[in-house]
Nanobody
Framework: QVQLVESGGGLVQPGGSLRLSCEAS????????MGWYRQAPGKQRELVAR???????NYADSVKGRFTISRDNAKNTVSLQMNSLKPEDTAVYYC???????????????????WGQGTQVTVSS
C-alpha cells in the first residue's frame, strides 16, 4: 500500500504566500508524475501543476508565474510554492501521483492514480 499526506494549507491574505508539501510513503521504488489539483466549492477538480520524475513541469494558465512545483525523488515528496495568492485560489488542494511502483521482497507492484486527503487553502482578507 502507498499513502500520500499533504501539509501546509491554511488561511492567508490576498497577495500572500503558502507552501504545500506532500510525502508519499510505503515501500516505494519510483514515482512517475506527481501533481497538485484543487477543487473549489461547486466546481470540478482541476489540475494546478504537475512534474515528471525528470523535472519537467506544466501549470494551469491561472497559476503560471505565481506557483512553482518541485519534487525530491529521494524523499518521495512534491511541493507547491504559491505566491501572490488570490481569493480565487481558495480551494481544497490535493496531491496526486499517477503511478507509484513499490518493491517488496523483490516483487514490483504498481499503484495507479493515488490521492492525498486534501488540504484547505483559503485566501481572504
Amino acid at each position: 500500500q502507498v499513502q500520500l499526506v499533504e501539509s501546509g494549507g491554511g488561511l492567508v491574505q490576498p497577495g500572500g504566500s503558502l507552501r504545500l508539501s506532500c510525502e508519499a510513503s510505503g515501500s516505494i521504488f519510483s514515482i512517475n508524475v506527481m501533481g497538485w489539483y484543487r477543487q473549489a466549492p461547486g466546481k470540478q477538480r482541476e489540475l494546478v501543476a504537475r512534474i515528471t520524475s525528470g523535472g519537467s513541469t506544466n501549470y494551469a494558465d491561472s497559476v503560471k508565474g505565481r506557483f512553482t512545483i518541485s519534487r525530491d525523488n529521494a524523499k518521495n515528496t512534491v511541493s507547491l510554492q504559491m505566491n501572490s495568492l488570490k481569493p480565487e485560489d481558495t480551494a481544497v488542494y490535493y496531491c496526486n501521483a499517477d503511478q507509484i511502483w513499490t518493491v517488496v521482497g523483490g516483487s514490483y507492484n504498481p499503484f495507479y492514480d493515488n490521492w492525498g486527503q486534501g488540504t484547505q487553502v483559503t485566501v481572504s482578507s
